[in-house]
């Protein structure tokens, strides 16, 4: 029940698409959303309503090439002083630093379009990415971002991992230091063009070892296959 309870809450808290790149500040557990097209961050008042905000600096050019419908992620940095903020199917990386009202990009990566709806999250104050799908396939590789090359770098896993790692219920857990991976949605062909099926198995990512272990099948009174949530 553990492990169901910690999935069921990253799943509810995986994706907002806005307009705009989008948070949670943590001091005011308020929301704050930064619009690309004016340039404004604005920031939510605990009545609903929204006020704008004073940017420090912003530099046009980390924002060139998105659209107005965006799908974005934010994970608070130790301390909380500092947020993350990621794009569905992008390896960017945007940083707002809470104290200075500063928004910024903090990556050099180009590649797009390979990791849609990948299980992102922070593991020893250190962002991961794992799984997702794109250019017609889905993978399972593992990622992390180095702040300090400002580039995504991929961790060598062992053991049978899953097919896809993308929907379904995936989710980490920092006490035990694993991640797990389930009822992830594939595109077969087994039973006609493109039908989608769904993965009826359930495994564990050690990630002190990077070493896959199959943990069995899925309760089959788990309604996984209707309810993606």
């Given at each position: 029940?553990?492990?169901?309870?910690?999935?069921?809450?990253?799943?509810?808290?995986?994706?907002?698409?806005?307009?705009?790149?989008?948070?949670?500040?943590?001091?005011?557990?308020?929301?704050q959303r930064f619009?690309?097209?004016?340039?404004?961050?604005?920031?939510?008042?605990?009545?609903?309503?929204?006020?704008?905000?004073?940017?420090?600096?912003?530099?046009?050019?980390?924002?060139?090439?998105?659209?107005?419908?965006?799908?974005?992620?934010?994970?608070?940095?130790?301390?909380?002083?500092?947020?993350?903020?990621?794009?569905?199917?992008?390896?960017?990386?945007?940083?707002?630093?809470?104290?200075?009202?500063?928004?910024?990009?903090?990556d050099l990566t180009?590649?797009?379009?390979?990791?849609?709806?990948?299980?992102?999250?922070?593991?020893?104050?250190?962002?991961?990415?794992?799984?997702?799908?794109?250019?017609?396939?889905?993978?399972?590789?593992?990622?992390?971002?180095?702040?300090?090359?400002?580039?995504?770098?991929?961790?060598?896993?062992?053991?049978?991992?899953?097919?896809?790692?993308?929907?379904?219920?995936?989710?980490?857990?920092?006490?035990?230091?694993?991640?797990?991976?389930?009822?992830?949605?594939?595109?077969?062909?087994?039973?006609?063009?493109?039908?989608?099926?769904?993965?009826?198995?359930?495994?564990?990512?050690?990630?002190?070892?990077?070493?896959?272990?199959?943990?069995?099948?899925?309760?089959?009174e788990i309604p996984?296959?209707?309810?993606?949530?």
């Amino acid at each position: 029940m553990r492990i169901i309870f910690i999935l069921l809450l990253l799943l509810n808290t995986a994706f907002a698409q806005t307009p705009f790149l989008e948070w949670v500040n943590p001091n005011t557990q308020l929301r704050q959303r930064f619009s690309i097209p004016a340039y404004t961050l604005a920031s939510e008042k605990p009545n609903g309503n929204w006020r704008d905000t004073t940017l420090t600096h912003i530099n046009p050019e980390d924002f060139t090439g998105l659209n107005n419908n965006l799908r974005t992620r934010s994970f608070v940095l130790k301390g909380g002083k500092r947020i993350y903020i990621t794009i569905n199917g992008s390896q960017r990386v945007y940083a707002f630093d809470v104290t200075t009202n500063n928004l910024s990009r903090v990556d050099l990566t180009w590649n797009n379009g390979y990791n849609y709806n990948s299980a992102q999250f922070m593991r020893k104050d250190s962002l991961h990415s794992i799984g997702g799908y794109g250019f017609w396939h889905y993978n399972t590789l593992m990622t992390y971002f180095d702040s300090n090359r400002k580039e995504w770098d991929v961790i060598t896993t062992t053991g049978k991992s899953p097919e896809a790692i993308v929907g379904g219920y995936q989710g980490f857990d920092a006490q035990q230091d694993c991640f797990y991976s389930g009822a992830s949605e594939l595109f077969s062909s087994k039973k006609g063009p493109f039908e989608m099926v769904f993965d009826e198995n359930f495994y564990q990512l050690d990630l002190k070892t990077k070493n896959w272990r199959y943990l069995g099948k899925l309760n089959a009174e788990i309604p996984y296959k209707v309810n993606r949530n």
